[in-house]
């Protein structure tokens, strides 16, 4: 009998969103109470980075391990791993036990995010009509950005009431409900009756498959340019809430507003870039678009800084919002025209790798200029500088797309 062809319905969308986002919400819960984890743990800001850098570091390192063991894995098993490993980090987190435990619990998180691009995208190529496919992907992986909203806004208004170690253990509870309902809905949502196609068939599907020989020219560009892309957007995102309370003297909540205005702004941003693959903008000429958006976006925080203007601090977030955290779905997109749903697990986990290789420096290096005589001047310069290789990047893809054109 022949799979059923019902339209998938909202519920489905809703939880492809929450598993691209619930493992990145510890990281922004910390990085928008950041001020009050570090007064509590009595820890430098480059300890502090390094949470992150535990956390994007088991990432990337369970994206290049686990894409082919992702590829053999059923859809509700791979739920399971990913909202009931963030829930266990979340709970670890919870426990007032010091520094380790929470560099345990990120590491931990991390490794939560090994699996979400692969099985979603799977599920997009499997159970989803081509007619939705690319939009959806666009509303999915602003999933990241609904959780840095939701940790930016939440984890300051809980912790003034029960402390930020209670605010990860609300967030632990929110991850085991969600793994049921997950299990649930993608049970409910049959496969496709006619398999995917392996190739574009429509002139909005082309962009990117006909700007490269390969498949491994596809992949090899995202992930080095998903890397570069990592670098600064965590280095920005991990220290944003921190620059406006020092910087700018904003209170603990208006910090991490900072950053949930950011997400907010990536959320519509994630879903636009979506919308405009969907009618065919080639892949190379957003991310030349986005790379230099980002790049007046790191300029616009160090004039934030050197003229201490909240005016420019919040032209920043819009920019670093609407841009650099807006690429993450031209990549996903990418990877849905040119690669076989068979093998989007492993070709997902390695174009993620490369991003949770950049998430995971740009953390590290961004502590360590912060805790150094440049402080966040010398940090912001090399946000600047970063955002200009990925510009250059772009620029090649782009000449190199018009050329085979």
């Known amino acids: 009998m022949p799979a059923r062809t019902a339209r998938p319905g909202f519920g489905l969308l809703a939880i492809l969103l929450s598993a691209v986002g619930i493992a990145p919400l510890l990281n922004y819960g910390l990085s928008a109470t950041s001020d009050l984890v570090i007064r509590d743990l009595g820890i430098t800001e480059s300890q502090f980075g390094l949470l992150a850098t535990a956390c994007f570091g088991c990432a990337a390192l369970g994206n290049a391990v686990f894409g082919k063991f992702s590829d053999r894995q059923p859809d509700t098993r791979l739920m399971l791993l990913i909202f009931g490993t963030t829930a266990v980090a979340l709970g670890l987190a919870a426990i007032p036990a010091g520094y380790v435990l929470l560099l345990v619990a990120s590491g931990l998180a991390g490794f939560a995010q090994s699996f979400p691009n692969g099985v979603t995208n799977r599920i997009l190529a499997q159970r989803v009509p081509s007619a939705q496919r690319i939009t959806w992907t666009g509303i999915k992986q602003s999933g990241v950005q609904v ?201 997902s986990g390695i174009v993620s790798a490369g991003q949770f290789g950049g998430f995971t420096v740009g953390p590290l290096a961004m502590g360590l200029l912060v805790g150094s005589a440049g402080g966040f001047t010398a940090g912001w310069i090399a946000v600047i500088g970063i955002y200009l290789c990925s510009t250059a990047l772009g620029a090649i893809l782009v000449l190199r797309a018009r050329n085979r054109g």
Do not use: C
């Not at 085991?176 to 997950?182: D, E, G, Q, S, Y």
């Open 147 to 347: 959780s840095q909203l939701v940790g930016s806004v939440g984890f300051p208004l809980l912790a003034a009431f029960i402390g930020w170690h209670g605010a990860s253990l609300a967030g632990a509870v929110l991850a085991a409900v969600l793994a049921l309902i997950a299990v649930r809905v993608v049970r409910a949502t049959p496969m496709l009756s006619v398999p995917a196609p392996k190739k574009p068939k429509t002139d909005a599907d082309k962009p990117i498959a006909a700007a490269a020989p390969s498949t491994k020219f596809v992949i090899f560009a995202l992930a080095l340019f998903g890397f570069i892309n990592g670098v600064g957007v965590q280095a920005t995102n991990v220290y944003l809430a921190l620059f406006a309370v020092r910087e700018l003297d904003f209170s603990l909540v208006a910090g991490g507003l900072t950053a949930a205005v950011a997400g907010v702004i990536g959320v519509s941003a994630r879903v636009g870039w979506g919308q405009m693959m969907a009618r065919g903008v080639s892949a190379p000429k957003l991310l030349l678009l986005l790379a230099s958006l980002a790049t007046a976006g790191g300029a616009s925080f160090l004039l934030a800084q050197q003229m201490h203007s909240v005016t420019l601090l919040w032209l920043a977030v819009a920019l670093h919002g609407a841009s650099a955290l807006g690429v993450s779905v031209v990549l996903m997109a990418g990877l849905l025209r040119a690669i076989p749903a068979s093998r989007l697990g492993s070709a």
